[in-house]
T-cell receptor
Framework: ETGVTQTPRHLVMGMTNKKSLKCEQH?????MYWYKQSAKKPLELMFV???????ENNSVPSRFSPECPNSSHLFLHLHTLQPEDSALYLC?????????????FGEGSWLTVV | AQKVTQAQTEISVVEKEDVTLDCVYE???????LFWYKQPPSGELVFLIR??????QNEISGRYSWNFQKSTSSFNFTITASQVVDSAVYFC?????????????FGRGTQLTVWP
């Protein structure tokens, strides 16, 4: 069983819909990440939260809105997405006291925008 | 600048063959960490190993072994006696010690297919 769980695993949404992806980590970590993985493209870091503060936003369009209510939970709110936003969205976490920066990933949420 | 290159896009082998996945990296830092992750079709990236830049000792874990060579900036991954369950995309990644965000720089991945 993975220490980072993501729901839903699969999501199909229309371009006018509003939906959210949820991530929960059970590892006692205090930093969380959203990555995007599109076909034929490298993994893209979207957002970083450290100690519940957003510390990085990699020029992600505003139609993606992250939320980190506590160190165990991370959300990605989606609205008015485009078909090119269809991808695998991966949540990850790590402990900021780990100088080796090992990041643990969830199983991902497969998003299809129609 | 940091960069990780996995030149092999796809590799196919038959079960029980040995296979080596190549990884070459670039960094200006003297202290850094190298990783390998496995991504099966289900999607999750599974952490396999982390190596520190100051420890060039090779490592073996069951059928997996890693060859870290600073002189050639390479961190190659060998699977011995491959099995069908090894079929996945494998990612090599780099993180610098000075990165407070724990940012990982990923290669593009190598799709390994093991045929029965």
């Amino acid at each position: 069983e993975t220490g980072v769980t993501q729901t839903p695993r699969h999501l199909v949404m229309g371009m006018t819909n509003k939906k959210s992806l949820k991530c929960e980590q059970h590892l006692g970590h205090n930093a969380m990440y959203w990555y995007k993985q599109s076909a034929k493209k490298p993994l893209e870091l979207m957002f970083v939260y450290s100690l519940e503060e957003r510390v990085e936003n990699n020029s992600v369009p505003s139609r993606f809105s992250p939320e980190c209510p506590n160190s165990s939970h991370l959300f990605l709110h989606l609205h008015t997405l485009q078909p090119e936003d269809s991808a695998l969205y991966l949540c990850a976490s790590r402990s900021t006291t780990d100088s080796g920066n090992t990041i643990y990933f969830g199983e991902g949420s497969w998003l299809t925008v129609v | 600048a940091q960069k990780v290159t996995q030149a092999q896009t796809e590799i196919s082998v038959v079960e029980k063959e040995d296979v080596t996945l190549d990884c070459v990296y670039e960094t200006r830092d003297t202290t850094y960490y190298l990783f390998w992750y496995k991504q099966p079709p289900s999607g999750e990236l599974v952490f396999l190993i982390r190596r520190n830049s100051f420890d060039e000792q090779n490592e073996i874990s069951g059928r997996y072994s890693w060859n870290f060579q600073k002189s050639t900036s390479s961190f190659n991954f060998t699977i011995t006696a491959s099995q069908v369950v090894d079929s996945a995309v494998y990612f090599c990644a780099l993180s610098e010690k000075g990165s407070t965000l724990g940012r990982l720089y990923f290669g593009r991945g190598t799709q390994l297919t093991v045929w029965p």
